[in-house]
C-alpha cells in the first residue's frame, strides 16, 4: 500500500486552486465537490476511497443499497442463532497445516457444551442460570473482550437464474434454497428470501462531516485533484474565451500527468501487501473455498507436514 490511509478536507484543495492559478472565477464548494467526486469514482482506485461496512434490511426480497455505495466488495446474509437459551459455540481454531479451521467444544472434548443465558460455556445439563438475570447469548470476539450480536454471516453469491427478481412474486420453484443470492439494480438488492439481514461490505467515497469529498493526504493525490478543478474551471473559461488556447492546454497537460502519477503510486504495494499477496498464491495445495470464510487468513503461509497430524 503506497499510500496511508489518510485523508484531507477538500476546502484545502481548493484554497491551493486559488493561490497557484489566481482564477478570476467565482468557485462554489458544490462544483469543487462534483469534480472532485467525479475524477476519483472514475479512477476507481481502492486505495483511495473508503471501505465501509453496512447492515441492509430485506423486506420482501429486496433491501435499500447504501447511499454512498461506489462498488460492492463482498455481500453475506445475517443468520441468526436458534433462540432457545443455548447456542453451540465455535471457541477455538485449530491448525491443520495447510488452513486453520474452526473447533468447538464438541470437537475438543467430545461432549456439547453450549453457551447458555449466563454468558459462560458450561454444559447444557449443567447450566442452571438461577440468580443470573437470563440474556441473549451473545458471541465474543478472539479476545474476548467484544460482545457482538449473535448472528453468523453466510456469504452469498452472484445471482444466475434468469428469473431471480421474480422469484418471491410467484409460485415456481427456482431452486433458491440451494444457497443465498443476490442481484442489484434501481438502487436496491434483490435476494433469493423474503426476510432477514444482509451484510454489505462495500467501497465508498469518503466524506467529511458536511458531504464533501475527503482526498487522500498522499501529495501526488492532493495535486492530481488540484488539477482536474483548475482544468474544469480552465475549461469553462476558454469555452467563453476568457483564455488563451495555450493556458488551457497547459493546464490539461499537467491534470494528465497529475493524475497518472497518482494512480501509479497507489497502485505500487508496499512490502506488507506483497507479502500477503504472495502467500496467496506460493501454495502447493490451492485453496478454493476462501469464500465461504469471508477471505479470511488468505494471507497465511501454507504449513506441510511429512507425517499424518492427529488434531485430539
Same mark, same amino acid.
Given at each position: 500500500?503506497?499510500?496511508?490511509?489518510?485523508?484531507?478536507?477538500?476546502?484545502?484543495?481548493?484554497?491551493?486552486?486559488?493561490?497557484?492559478? @489566481?482564477?478570476?472565477?467565482?468557485?462554489?464548494?458544490?462544483?469543487?465537490?462534483?469534480?472532485? @467526486?467525479?475524477?476519483?469514482?472514475?479512477?476507481?482506485?481502492?486505495?483511495?476511497?473508503?471501505?465501509?461496512?453496512?447492515?441492509?434490511?430485506?423486506?420482501?426480497?429486496?433491501?435499500?443499497?447504501?447511499?454512498?455505495?461506489?462498488?460492492?466488495?463482498?455481500?453475506?446474509?445475517?443468520?441468526?442463532?436458534?433462540?432457545?437459551?443455548?447456542?453451540?459455540?465455535?471457541?477455538?481454531?485449530?491448525?491443520? @497445516?495447510?488452513?486453520?479451521?474452526?473447533?468447538?467444544?464438541?470437537?475438543?472434548?467430545?461432549?456439547?457444551?453450549?453457551?447458555?443465558?449466563?454468558?459462560?460455556?458450561?454444559?447444557?445439563?449443567?447450566?442452571?442460570?438461577?440468580?443470573?438475570?437470563?440474556?441473549?447469548?451473545?458471541?465474543?470476539?478472539? @479476545?474476548?473482550?467484544?460482545?457482538?450480536?449473535?448472528?453468523?454471516?453466510?456469504?452469498m453469491r452472484w445471482a444466475t437464474d434468469t428469473f431471480h427478481t421474480k422469484q418471491h412474486s410467484t409460485d415456481y420453484d427456482f431452486y433458491c434454497k440451494s444457497g443465498s443470492t443476490y442481484t442489484v439494480n434501481s438502487n436496491y438488492i434483490f435476494t433469493n428470501f423474503d426476510k432477514g439481514k444482509v451484510m454489505m461490505s462495500y467501497l465508498a467515497i469518503p466524506t467529511d462531516e458536511e458531504g464533501y469529498p475527503l482526498i487522500p493526504a498522499d501529495e501526488w493525490w492532493r495535486q492530481a485533484v488540484q488539477y482536474?478543478?483548475?482544468?474544469?474551471?480552465?475549461?469553462?473559461?476558454?469555452?467563453?474565451?476568457?483564455?488563451?488556447?495555450?493556458?488551457?492546454?497547459?493546464?490539461?497537460?499537467?491534470?494528465?500527468?497529475?493524475?497518472?502519477?497518482?494512480?501509479?503510486?497507489?497502485?505500487?504495494?508496499?512490502?506488507?501487501?506483497?507479502?500477503?499477496?504472495?502467500?496467496?498464491?506460493?501454495?502447493?495445495?490451492?485453496?478454493?473455498?476462501?469464500?465461504?470464510?469471508?477471505?479470511?487468513?488468505?494471507?497465511?503461509?501454507?504449513?506441510?507436514?511429512?507425517?499424518?497430524?492427529?488434531?485430539?
Open positions: 500500500m503506497a499510500i496511508s490511509g489518510k485523508h484531507v478536507s477538500l476546502k484545502t484543495i481548493v484554497e491551493r486552486v486559488y493561490m497557484d492559478f @489566481g482564477f478570476n472565477y467565482s468557485l462554489s464548494f458544490t462544483e469543487a465537490a462534483e469534480w472532485a @467526486g467525479s475524477i476519483m469514482a472514475l479512477l476507481k482506485v481502492p486505495l483511495s476511497l473508503q471501505n465501509k461496512v453496512e447492515e441492509i434490511e430485506i423486506h420482501e426480497s429486496r433491501g435499500t443499497l447504501p447511499c454512498d455505495l461506489e462498488s460492492i466488495i463482498q455481500t453475506a446474509r445475517m443468520v441468526e442463532h436458534g433462540s432457545d437459551g443455548c447456542t453451540a459455540m465455535v471457541i477455538s481454531t485449530l491448525d491443520r @497445516g495447510t488452513e486453520f479451521v474452526e473447533v468447538s467444544a464438541i470437537d475438543i472434548v467430545n461432549r456439547k457444551f453450549k453457551l447458555c443465558g449466563c454468558n459462560s460455556f458450561t454444559s447444557c445439563d449443567e447450566c442452571t442460570p438461577e440468580g443470573c438475570e437470563p440474556r441473549k447469548p451473545i458471541i465474543r470476539s478472539a @479476545g474476548g473482550n467484544l460482545a457482538v450480536p449473535r448472528y453468523r454471516l453466510e456469504p482536474e478543478i483548475a482544468y474544469k474551471i480552465a475549461f469553462k473559461m476558454f469555452v467563453q474565451g476568457t483564455i488563451t488556447d495555450k493556458v488551457y492546454q497547459t493546464i490539461e497537460k499537467e491534470r494528465d500527468w497529475k493524475v497518472a502519477q497518482a494512480v501509479n503510486k497507489t497502485k505500487t504495494p508496499g512490502i506488507d501487501e506483497m507479502e500477503s499477496f504472495k502467500n496467496q498464491w506460493l501454495r502447493l495445495i490451492p485453496k478454493y473455498n476462501n469464500h465461504s470464510s469471508m477471505f479470511r487468513n488468505m494471507q497465511l503461509p501454507e504449513k506441510m507436514f511429512n507425517h499424518p497430524y492427529r488434531y485430539f
